[in-house]
């Protein structure tokens, strides 16, 4: 069965710094793309950050793109998403996704799995 949870939410500041973290039950992990989604209030689930299965490659929507940093690891079969510069805009519920079909993703229509959300607020 498989599971992912997400841990790392939370109240911070705009300018902030956050770590969010994904513990996979996927096995292999290795055979797996991972990443991180968001929604916001009223808004569709939006991509934020993938990785591929080896790790060699890291896609990022452009909103974030310079302020946060998706990685992985295998041995502790966590993905992580390391947020910096925080804005008011990142408010969101962060969702962490696994795929088996694809390499790479920036859809969630190719992911196969899902975590339950972790929240995070930034307030001003």
């Known amino acids: 069965q498989v599971h992912l949870v997400e841990s790392g939410g939370g109240l911070v500041q705009a300018g902030d710094s956050l770590r969010l973290s994904c513990v996979a039950s996927i096995h292999p992990f290795g055979d797996y793309a991972l990443g991180w989604f968001r929604q916001a209030p009223g808004k569709e689930r939006e991509f934020v950050a993938s990785i591929s299965r080896s790790g060699s490659q890291t896609l990022a929507s452009d909103s974030v793109k310079d302020r946060f940093t998706v990685s992985r690891d295998n041995a502790k079969m966590t993905v992580y998403l390391q947020m910096n510069s925080l804005k008011l805009e990142d408010t969101a519920v962060y969702y962490c996704?696994?795929?088996?079909?694809?390499?790479?993703?920036?859809?969630?229509?190719?992911?196969?799995?899902w975590g339950q959300g972790t929240q995070v607020t930034v307030s001003s």
């Open positions: 996704a696994a795929s088996y079909r694809y390499s790479s993703f920036r859809s969630s229509y190719e992911c196969d799995y």
